[in-house]
């Protein structure tokens, strides 16, 4: 044990905030499978439409956060091992890993942040395609496809239509009245839609400033037991 007074109780702070860290990077895995099988979004994105499928672009973003799980255990693991040991090597390491998660994570947030509607009115766009062949007067293999995806969107969302055209929907009884959808109460598809989507989107938000402050105490604390391991007398 090479270092003593405060910079032995860094050390076990450090230790503290990776055993936080890789609790922190389990809960990402955690969060990002429940998003990756949550039943609404799952059965929302695994609809077709005409030989299309309904975006995937909310996928996508899920499965960058399980790959950013994973490696934060990996990185908070290594960070706890090497505050113990004392090891400058790998406090080295843990630190590089640290300031390249952190920058990505600046960089995920951005785009997050400037692309946030996207995912909704992808989906949305896809709902109003299917939309304008299921109101079709003329009956058609492509109507009768169209009015069984607007129904799995009204029976999932509990929602009716555009949120005006309710009576439409009711004569064409793509809005059946069931115990999850009245067509006379239900809200528009649009909002639902992009109601489900924020929601999440601030469950990702909130982990991720979490995780933030975090790394930022970490690679002050990794740089204070660095120079204190180095200066130490058995060093």
Same mark, same amino acid.
């Given at each position: ?22 609790? #922190?990077?389990?809960?990402? !895995? +955690? ?37 950013? +799980? ?36 600046? #960089? #995920?947030?951005?785009?997050? @942040? ?14 109003? %395609? ?27 969302? %509990? ?9 439409? @929907?009711? $004569?064409?009884? !793509? ?11 239900? %809200? ?41 391991? $180095? ?5």
């Amino acid at each position: 044990m090479a270092v003593t007074g405060c910079s032995q109780c860094i050390k076990y702070m450090l230790f503290f905030f990776n055993f936080v860290f890789w609790l #922190a990077g389990g809960v990402i !895995l +955690g969060v990002a499978l429940w998003l990756r099988h949550d039943n609404q979004t799952s059965t929302l994105l695994m609809i077709q439409f005409q030989d299309q499928q309904a975006p995937n672009t909310f996928y996508i973003s899920v499965y960058i956060l399980i790959a950013v +799980g994973v490696l934060m255990m990996f990185v908070g693991f290594l960070g706890c091992y090497g505050a113990i040991q004392e090891s400058q090597c790998l406090l080295g390491t843990f630190f590089t890993c640290l300031v390249i998660l952190f920058a990505c994570e600046v #960089a #995920a947030g951005i785009w997050g @942040f400037m692309n946030r509607e996207t995912i909704s009115k992808e989906l949305i766009n896809f709902y109003d %395609s299917a939309y304008v062949k299921g109101v079709d007067p003329v009956d058609s293999p492509t109507k009768q496809a169209a009015v069984k995806v607007l129904q799995l969107f009204h029976s999932t969302l %509990s929602c009716c239509g555009k949120g005006d055209d309710a009576d439409l @929907f009711s $004569r064409a009884t !793509l809005c059946p009245i069931t115990p999850t959808v009245d067509p006379l109460t239900s %809200s528009s598809c649009h909002l639902k839609l992009k109601d489900l989507f924020t929601e999440k989107q601030y469950v990702i938000g909130l982990a991720a400033l979490v995780i933030a402050v975090i790394m930022i105490f970490e690679m002050i604390f990794t740089m204070v037991l660095c120079c204190a391991i $180095r200066n130490a007398p058995a060093y």
